[in-house]
């Protein structure tokens, strides 16, 4: 993908990105998740990556709705903070969560029919995911992980979003879904015009998929800049992620998951800070 995904804030700027984060904050409690977050995305794919208790989720459930936030969310030119989430979906944005969240006591086809308007949109879904169509009678918590991912993306393609915010989407999945994951998410952004929003551990999946990187550490976003910046660079990969060397790594930098040891953000792998 050639688009710019983000753009630096600009208060002059005429046209607003679809997406505007503003001095985003998430507290559990006196924990502070997200810390001060501000970013833009217009179009194509951000990919936001971080290690484990980083906040990457906290912004997610902040972005539709479903944790309490302060600061400023501006979707297609509209403040959404403080909005239910059943209202942010109207207005364009949906999630695919971590973990897929299937509704367990639902077919494949029940889970489609509850949220598609029309048996013609299901029927959509079943063209774009065959695999789905041919499980169509299975539970959803009877279906591979592969194929909740496709079902976790289907339903929340049945919304008609034109944000589409994906959490960790590869996890635990297998080499070759991985690709087919990454092959949708291409075909969403590229030829459906989708903005995606994508949460990666992944780096070398975040990396291809991805216009811009955001790079999260201890709840902000500490460096951000075009994904071709970082897949160039394996010594800021190795600084911002603590992936392992060259020398050391024969996976190969962007094919590497982030490490829970070295580089320069790795004093606190808990994440949240306490609010003092
Ligand atoms: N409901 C909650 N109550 C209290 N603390 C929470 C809650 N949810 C998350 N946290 C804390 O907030 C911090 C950020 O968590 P979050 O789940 O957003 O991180 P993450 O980057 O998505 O992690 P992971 O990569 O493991 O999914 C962590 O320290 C976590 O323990
Ligand atoms: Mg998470």
């Given at each position: 993908?050639?688009?710019?995904?983000?753009?630096?804030?600009?208060?002059?700027?005429?046209?607003?990105?679809?997406?505007?984060?503003?001095g985003l904050d998430v507290f559990y409690g006196r924990a502070h998740a997200v810390q001060s977050i501000s970013f833009g995305l217009s179009e194509g794919v951000l990919g936001i990556v971080g290690r484990?208790?980083?906040?990457?989720?906290?912004?997610c459930n902040a972005i539709t709705g479903l944790v309490p936030a302060r600061g400023s969310i501006r979707f297609a030119g509209q403040e959404i903070l403080g909005l239910s989430p059943d209202k942010i979906t109207r207005r364009g944005i949906a999630y695919v969560p971590q973990g897929r969240r299937m509704w367990p006591s639902l077919t494949v086809d029940e889970t489609l029919c509850l949220v598609g308007r029309t048996r013609h949109e299901?029927?959509?879904?079943?063209?774009?995911?065959?695999?789905?169509?041919?499980?169509k009678g299975n539970g959803s918590t009877q279906l591979s992980g592969g194929e909740q991912q496709m079902l976790a993306i289907a339903r929340a393609l049945l919304l008609r979003p034109r944000l589409l915010v994906m959490d960790e989407p590869t996890e635990g999945l297998a080499p070759v879904i991985v690709d087919h994951v990454v092959e949708i998410m291409h075909s969403l952004a590229a030829d459906k015009g989708l903005a995606i929003l994508l949460i990666e551990q992944n780096l070398g999946v975040a990396l291809g998929v991805s216009d811009d990187i955001g790079v999260m550490v201890n709840g902000q976003i500490a460096h951000q800049m075009p994904a071709s910046v970082l897949a160039a660079d394996r010594d800021l990969q190795e600084r911002l992620l603590?992936?392992?060397?060259?020398?050391?790594?024969?996976d190969g930098g962007v094919n590497a998951q982030p490490t829970h040891t070295g580089g320069e953000e790795s004093r606190d792998s808990a994440g949240a800070r306490s609010a003092g």
């Open positions: 993908m050639n688009k710019p995904a983000s753009l630096p804030l600009d208060k002059g700027s005429p046209s607003e990105p679809l997406l505007v984060v503003k484990n208790g980083m906040g990457k989720t906290s912004l299901v029927q959509e879904m079943y063209e774009l995911f065959p695999r789905l169509a041919e499980r603590g992936l392992r060397s060259a020398d050391s790594d024969s």
